[in-house]
């Protein structure tokens, strides 16, 4: 069984700090993206990442695929407010029905 | 464009009570998904329908879970009956399926399910 596991769980820190949330994982995967999840809603995707390696920018957020396509990372820089909400990243099999597998969170609350 | 629709919202039902979700995904979306979440976890993808055939059900809890898709549109997902242990929201999304694995799933709102 394919598993993600994202560290911390939760994360509470000021406006403009920077923070890293990690996605490990013992399998490979054939891609690796990245949602943001606000109360009351469903996911929405910030990224996807396909090859080992790869590195990723949206505005303060960056995105990185691990070299051997088992883990990743999200970079935020100076954080604001907005940027609260539940952090999840989810993986694709890279066999049989190629279905995504979601990590277990990460919680982010940026304080003003 | 419209977003994945999906009813009702809110749902709170005894338990061994029945109870059926609908999710209508995004026009021209062949694939389509149901996923279950739980408080403070992720998805965890309960059912795959490409079109209107099942791709993948392998979690989907059969004895008392079951999904259909007609007509490759719309779909819904019942549970019959239901567990305490089922309350969480159930989330529907839709893909198109593209190639290299950068399709991109639209999620909808979620229907939040609450056994008592």
């Known amino acids: 069984t394919q598993l993600l596991e994202q560290s911390p769980q939760f994360l509470s820190i000021q406006e403009g700090e920077n923070l890293t949330v990690y996605c490990n994982s013992s399998?490979?995967?054939?891609?690796l993206q990245w949602y943001r999840q606000e109360p009351g809603e469903g996911p929405v995707l910030l990224v996807t990442?396909?090859?080992?390696?790869e590195v990723k920018k949206l505005k303060r957020l960056t995105f990185q695929f691990g070299d051997a396509r088992k883990d990743s990372s999200l970079h935020i820089t100076a954080a604001q407010p907005g940027d609260t909400g539940l952090y999840l990243c989810?993986?694709?099999?890279?066999?049989?029905?190629?279905?995504?597998?979601f990590g277990t969170g990460t919680r982010l609350k940026v304080l003003a | 464009e419209a977003g994945v629709a999906q009813s009702p919202r809110y749902k709170i039902i005894e338990k061994r009570q029945s109870v059926a979700f609908w999710c209508n995904p995004i026009?021209?979306?062949?694939?389509l998904y149901w996923y279950q979440q739980i408080l403070g976890q992720g998805p965890k993808l309960l059912i795959q329908?490409?079109?209107?055939?099942?791709?993948?059900d392998s979690q989907l809890p059969k004895d008392r879970f079951s999904a259909e898709r007609l007509k490759g549109v719309d779909s819904t997902l019942k549970i019959q009956p239901a567990k305490l242990e089922d309350s969480a929201v159930y989330l529907c999304?839709?893909?198109?399926?593209?190639?290299?694995?950068?399709?991109?799933?639209?999620f909808g709102p979620g229907t939040r399910l609450t056994v008592l």
């Open positions: 999304a839709s893909s198109l399926e593209l190639a290299g694995g950068r399709d991109t799933q639209y």
């Open positions: 399998s490979v995967f054939s891609s």
């Open positions: 990442v396909v090859t080992g390696g």
């Open positions: 989810a993986g694709r099999a890279t066999s049989g029905t190629y279905k995504y597998i």
């Open positions: 026009s021209g979306h062949a694939t």
């Open positions: 329908f490409q079109n209107n055939g099942v791709v993948d």
